[in-house]
């Protein structure tokens, strides 16, 4: 709820530019519609205090606090000469606060204001840009919101505030992971309406607490039919702010494309999140004959294997290791050989290079066997 403007402002206060220094003017109306009045209401003092901050901004001027507490808000010009000074007090019995007292005319002087603008803040930048944001999937970066303060009001910001800002702006439009966590069963419940056959799951602490997630949708699991019977598992830090790893199943179909079978959340890739992760696949998918998983060697994923499919076969991404033999070794030929003997059609010819790699590169030869 905005503020609600009660009773218009005294006569004299704030009704005219006020003329300063050599031909400058400084217009305490603020024309950019953020007029404060004396018995102005806002539902909660953080309401009142972002007020301030735009008012401050957008009018060019900084202010400094006299006195704050759970009864009080009164705020001053930064110029200890200026008359500007606002006074709000809190309504008994409500949470409401309202502006007793407002000076509304400035009687100091715009020259040597800094762009360094202390109620520039990234409330402030994000509640006004965050438009920007809304419809769109990535929206300006924070160099852009940089950019678009020092276009806009005037102000110099840092990064870091840029990022912050940018932060609030999609939790303003997007909502906060604290807000959206309990709307996961309603999108889950839509997702198995529009997409019937679709598998998921969340599973939280003793507190209530988020603990893992996991979604199969429901043409993912029917495709997998026709889909080769390799499934390639891996994890990926998050970068959100909650952080996690998200899980993700995928496998290959007749092009060679990449199919998407299942995506999870987890706190990190350890040997409870996997077994939890593979056993809800296990439901998704069943077991189907001449299953096959591969990885990047990670253990707690061969142990999640072995323990809920273990029918299945397990092998090594072919990448993963090359990647780790580049690394580890350094040698080239090591890995010309390696990715021959990988990608031979015959048992014959992978024989017969990883002899070559035996013979050539003993120590490789050696890291592979064990």
Not at 71 to 96: D, Q, T
Request: net charge positive; hydrophobic share 35%; aromatic share 12%.
């Amino acid at each position: 709820m905005g503020s609600i403007p009660c009773l218009p402002l005294p006569e004299g206060v704030g009704s005219s530019p006020r003329t300063i220094g050599s031909g400058q003017t400084l217009d305490a109306s603020f024309h950019n519609g953020s007029n404060l009045e004396i018995n102005q209401m806002f539902e909660t003092k953080e309401e009142l205090q972002t007020k301030l901050h735009e008012v401050a901004v957008h009018g060019n001027f900084e202010y400094k606090v006299v006195k704050s507490n759970k009864w009080l808000y009164v705020v001053k010009c930064i110029n200890e000469s200026c008359k500007w000074r606002v006074h709000g007090s809190k309504l008994p019995n409500s949470g409401y606060f309202i502006i007793r007292k407002y000076e509304g005319t400035h009687s100091c002087s715009l020259v040597g204001r800094s762009m360094s603008h202390r109620q520039a803040t990234y409330k402030v930048i994000g509640q006004k840009f965050k438009s920007q944001y809304a419809g769109v999937s990535e929206g300006p970066t924070p160099r852009g919101l940089v950019k678009l303060a020092r276009e806009n009001l005037k102000a110099e910001v840092s990064y870091w505030k840029g990022w912050k800002a940018r932060q609030y702006a999609h939790s303003l439009i997007r909502g906060s992971p604290e807000e959206n966590f309990p709307l996961l069963p309603s999108y889950y419940h839509m997702l198995k309406l529009k997409n019937p056959g679709t598998f998921t799951r969340i599973e939280v602490d003793e507190n209530k607490k988020f603990k893992f997630f996991f979604m199969a949708l429901g043409v993912s699991i029917r495709g997998f039919a026709c889909m080769q019977r390799v499934i390639g598992l891996d994890g990926t830090f998050l970068k959100s702010t909650c952080k996690g790893t998200l899980l993700v199943a995928t496998c290959q179909d007749g092009n060679y494309n990449c199919y998407p079978i299942a995506w999870g959340v987890v706190d990190s890739e350890r040997d409870k999140s996997w077994t939890w992760f593979l056993t809800q696949l296990k439901v998704a998918i069943g077991k189907p004959d001449g299953l096959v998983f591969i990885s990047d060697r990670h253990p707690s994923i061969q142990k999640g294997v072995a323990t809920i499919f273990p029918q299945a076969n397990y092998g090594a991404c072919y990448w993963h290791v090359g990647q780790n033999l580049r690394n580890r070794f350094k040698r080239k030929g090591a890995n010309t050989l390696f990715n021959q003997a990988a990608e031979a059609y015959k048992l014959s010819e992978f024989r017969a290079k990883f002899a070559e790699l035996e013979q050539r590169y003993p120590h490789v030869h050696e890291y592979l066997s064990n």
